[in-house]
């Protein structure tokens, strides 16, 4: 299972990273607070649309051709057996992902984590 909320924050992250802008230059264009946009970017909370169509267009990009690009590499994940592997750990709740090292997941996937009763990604 792969986590909206990290696929839209990593696109984000990419098409900022590739302008070299900082996260307050966004944060500033957008009208958003800094840590919530650096959230979003990380996946740790989901944006309201109104706040996506503000962080792309500071961006100078349309949301449709992020919601695109994030529809794509969830496609993408659903269509490659065998690359999400989920693990169950059941004393402590937490449940995690593991990516292929040859997936080209492992870019979009980040190892982080989370606190219990959250989604983990091991890559």
């Known amino acids: 299972m792969v986590l909206l909320r990290r696929v839209i924050g990593d696109a984000l992250r990419a098409r900022r990273q590739g302008q070299h802008r900082t996260l307050r230059e966004v944060s500033t264009a957008a009208n958003v607070s800094l840590g919530y946009l650096s959230e979003i970017e990380r996946g740790?909370?989901?944006a309201s649309s109104e706040?996506?169509?503000a962080i792309c267009d500071a961006l100078g990009a349309r949301l449709s051709e992020l919601l695109s690009e994030v529809s794509n590499t969830l496609a993408l994940a659903e269509n490659m057996e065998g690359v999400l592997v989920p693990i169950d750990d059941k004393a402590s709740g937490d449940v995690s992902v593991s990516v292929r090292q040859e997936s080209p997941l492992k870019a979009t996937l980040h190892a982080t984590r989370k606190p219990k009763r959250d989604i983990?990604?091991?890559a």
């Open 51 to 53: 706040l996506l169509a």
């Open 44 to 46: 740790q909370k989901e």
């Open 120 to 122: 983990v990604y091991a």
